[in-house]
């Protein structure tokens, strides 16, 4: 293992003694965004807790990895609780948990988010994108989802905001939205690569061609095919750090039974953590985001939250083999 630091964020409270790393342990930080913003699947706003409760610190020193921090658990001021509108509540949100993202980053790290759902993207995004002293990097995204999430008011048919982070992300809706997160500038598309799309609106699909966005189908994940490889060596070679976000639903059916929004013929999880584990070879890949994951009475039997787990342990895996 040539870089054997991992950092996973994700946002909890409580304390926890940390002990010291021997040289070849994975670094992890983890913090916890429980603010999505959606009216339309509020439930959703558990998984956070409910991924962290299936014993993810014992099982990240199982797979090599130790916490550099006690979990964080991103929360809103008094103050900020009492400003109008969920959605701008959710970007004030996103912008705390950017402001942890970058306490948390030292050195070679990976950052996870456990995100109750893809809206929180744009934390990370802005958390990568500007150091502590304000400095900008060039940030790609790769985003795994059976849908686009590249809706504009325009063209959406939900109505819902879940369905456009990345045009958001890219400049291209809801501009005080992504500002608000702390995310001033919009990612290029050339620095955004979707994975596992297969239901998009009419009008959400003819701006993926309008604007020849980049992606790899199901079958290139399961098969981690050279086309997979390729599409993400150009984006990485165009960028500082990539940060890797999964909406749960991109995974097949039978491992997410509640989600509200499942699409036929998904990735398994163990395909998809091994897909990602690839693109975790390469240390640009410094984040990782677990979206929307059914929990607690969604989650009979515990697959989803096991899904997700195997997805953690992916990255984890991947930092390992550089």
């Known amino acids: 293992m040539r870089n054997k ?41 558990t998984n956070p807790d ?68 893809c809206n929180d993207l744009l934390g990370m995004l802005s958390g990568l994108k500007y150091d502590i002293q304000g400095n900008a990097r060039k940030v790609g995204l790769v985003f795994f989802d059976s849908h686009g999430d590249f809706n504009v008011p325009e063209t959406t048919l939900s109505g819902m905001l879940g369905g456009m982070p990345v045009a958001v992300a890219a400049g291209h809706a809801l501009h005080n ?33 309008e604007f020849e966005v980049r992606q790899v189908s199901v079958r290139d994940i399961r098969e981690i095919s050279e086309n997979f490889r390729r599409q993400f060596d150009e984006m990485a ?20 039974p509640g989600h509200p929004l499942t699409v036929s013929d998904g990735p398994s999880s163990k395909a998809l953590a091994a897909a990602i584990g690839v693109m975790f ?19 009979p039997g515990g697959v989803s939250r096991q899904a997700a787990l195997n997805l953690i342990e992916g990255a984890i895996r991947g930092v390992q083999a550089r």
């Not at 306490?103 to 759902?117: K, S």
């Not at 994975?195 to 993926?208: H, I, M, N, Q, S």
């Not at 070679?237 to 997410?256: Q, R, S, T």
């Not at 240390?283 to 607690?296: C, D, N, Q, W």
């Open 237 to 256: 070679a165009a960028v500082d750090v990539v940060y890797v976000h999964v909406d749960m639903d991109v995974l097949e059916p039978k491992e997410v």
């Open 177 to 209: 939205l992504r500002k608000t997160t702390g995310l001033v500038e919009p990612l290029p598309i050339n620095h955004i690569l979707w994975g596992g799309v297969r239901d998009l609106d009419p009008l959400e699909a003819d701006r993926f061609l």
């Open 50 to 117: 409910y991924i962290q409760a299936g014993g993810l610190e014992r099982l990240i020193g199982t797979w090599g990895g130790e916490l550099i921090r006690p979990i964080q658990d991103i929360r809103l001021t008094l103050e900020q609780e009492r400003q109008y509108g969920s959605w701008n509540r959710m970007a004030l949100a996103n912008a705390n948990f950017a402001d942890a993202v970058r306490e948390g980053l030292q050195g070679e790290m990976i950052t996870i988010g456990l995100e109750a759902n």
């Open 5 to 45: 630091c991992l950092v996973i964020v994700t946002m909890l409270a409580g304390t926890l003694s940390l002990p010291s790393m021997a040289a070849d342990t994975v670094k992890v930080d983890v913090i916890k965004n429980p603010y999505g913003g959606s009216r339309n699947t509020p439930e959703l706003s």
């Open 281 to 299: 070879e390469n240390p640009k890949s410094v984040a990782l985001g677990i979206a929307s994951t059914p929990s607690f009475n969604a989650d």
